[in-house]
């Protein structure tokens, strides 16, 4: 997998290891095109460049790992994943620095996420050149992940307890925000009913 612009190394992360308790079923096995909604949001974000991709599991990791294809891509497994996504991005930093592994910035995305597009993956990515920069993702009426951390925010993500994620982080430095257009980033398929809707919308075969 290739890095950013002027040899920038961009970590993605898909944060994973919720029970999805509303949904009927595992969130991130929900069938989506020709694979599940974790598989295609790893395929997006190895496509469109980041230099290593990881993903944060939780809850269901096993049934899980049986269902992805775990190829070229590190498993990070978080204890306290009941507490939220924010215990979720300090264990990927965590995990960086337990092995010794450098990057330039973090990209984090969701595995709810299907909706987001290839090319504004590969933007995020790309734009992450500006030292001690946060590059969200920013829609009508708010901004959110996908999101990209320069490395001098690492510091603050590591100690992240929240299940609001990096929102502290983002709040703070208002003033270092590059913002890029994504109107499909305010979905979340986090519902049954949400799910079904968007899977019928795209075509999709009705689970």
Known sequence: MSGASFGTKVAAVVVAAGASRRMSGIKQLLPWKDTTMLGYVIEQLKTAGATDVFVVLGAHQEEILQKIDATDIIIIHNNNWARGMGTSIARTIKYFRENQLEFDGLLIA???????????????????????????????????????????????LSVLTEDVGAKSVVKNHLDRLIQIDAPEAAIDLDTKERYELYYHKQGLVQP
């Open 110 to 156: 969701a595995c709810d996420q299907p909706l987001i597009k290839l090319d504004h993956y590969k933007k995020l990515i790309n734009s992450c050149i500006n030292r001690e920069r946060i590059i969200v993702s920013s829609f009508e009426n708010g901004r959110g992940i996908p999101v990209v951390f320069d490395k001098a925010y690492f510091d603050k």
